[in-house]
């Protein structure tokens, strides 16, 4: 089970990461089992990747794991990361319903979380549910999020079920940030 904690880790990571981050800060995460990269493009400072299940693609899609990297001292603080994103999702959804942001340090990084629900896209008869998790690290900004597009809903009758919810929010506990040249910030073990 190990050897395949670290192929799916290493699977993820290594894509992502260039050989001068291996030294550096690394984000730790595992895809759900069976889903690829479906999208990467790096632009100036920022790499974006997007993963989903087998038999979905970047355009045609139900759920999403993108993963942005933006190199570079963070500039801004995770709230108002949390509070950019709710401008995005507003941007291009009829109401947009949005849980508190849950600020906290994790393994020795500024971090929070924040749910967003969209009950109606502007684009069609589609909403979204999205949950997103930001690190600060010292060497770039980290934007994780998790998401779910269907049918649209109405704002009082969420379409996932708890379980999901849980699982994301699962998924997301899992995700670290670390860096193997900092006592304050240990990578997990991979043995």
């Known amino acids: 089970m190990r050897k395949a904690f670290l192929a799916a880790l290493l699977a993820f990571v290594a894509p992502m990461a260039g050989a001068q981050q291996q030294a550096g800060e690394q984000l730790f995460l595992i895809p759900p089992q069976g889903w690829t990269i479906v999208y990467h493009d790096q632009k100036g400072a920022t790499d974006l990747t997007e993963l989903a299940p087998p038999g979905q693609s970047a355009k045609d899609w139900t759920e999403m794991l993108t993963v942005e990297m933006i190199q570079g001292k963070p500039t801004m603080d995770v709230q108002t990361i949390l509070g950019s994103r709710l401008d995005v999702i507003h941007k291009g959804c009829d109401d947009v319903g949005a849980g508190p942001p849950q600020l906290s340090a994790e393994n020795g990084y500024e971090s929070g979380v924040r749910a967003f629900a969209c009950p109606k896209t502007k684009q069609g008869d589609r909403g979204e549910i999205s949950l997103y998790k930001v690190f ?3 060497d770039r900004t980290y934007v994780i999020s998790r998401a779910w597009s269907g049918k649209s809903y109405e704002k009082d009758k969420m379409p996932l079920p708890a379980s999901s919810t849980e699982e994301w929010l699962a998924f997301m506990s899992k ?7 900092a006592r304050n910030h240990p990578c997990p073990s991979t043995k």
Do not use: A, K, N, T
């Open 136 to 138: 600060l690290g010292q």
């Open 175 to 181: 995700v670290v940030l670390c860096d193997p040249r």
